[in-house]
């Protein structure tokens, strides 16, 4: 997905982990993932490097899909994923 798609998106579930240090905001986003009806869409905000990293590899392995990064102007990163399950 390009950004301005992203930017659309209305997720069903928000798992705020700013200010969490790697694995806390992969973590978030798996117990978060259980809340969102399959099909829908989960955001992890986070403003730890490795998340960016993490959470794609995650995803792949249990089936869910990876849409994409956004970088908020406040320093962050809003990252999107849909529960495929």
């Known amino acids: 997905m390009d950004a ?3 930017m659309d998106l209305e997720p069903a ?11 806390g905001p992969l ?6 993932i ?8 989960l ?4 403003n730890d490097p490795g998340t960016r990293k993490d959470i794609p590899i995650w995803a792949n392995k249990v089936g869910h899909e ?3 990064v ?4 406040e320093g962050y990163d809003r990252i999107f994923v ?3 399950k």
């Open 34 to 41: 259980g809340g969102v009806p399959v099909g829908e869409v």
């Open 27 to 32: 973590l978030e986003a798996k117990k978060g």
């Open 13 to 23: 579930k928000v798992v705020d982990a700013r200010g969490s240090a790697c694995p």
């Open 66 to 68: 990876f849409l994409g």
């Open 82 to 84: 849909r529960r495929q």
């Open 4 to 6: 301005k798609d992203l």
């Open 70 to 73: 956004l970088e908020a102007d």
């Open 43 to 46: 955001e992890i905000r986070s």
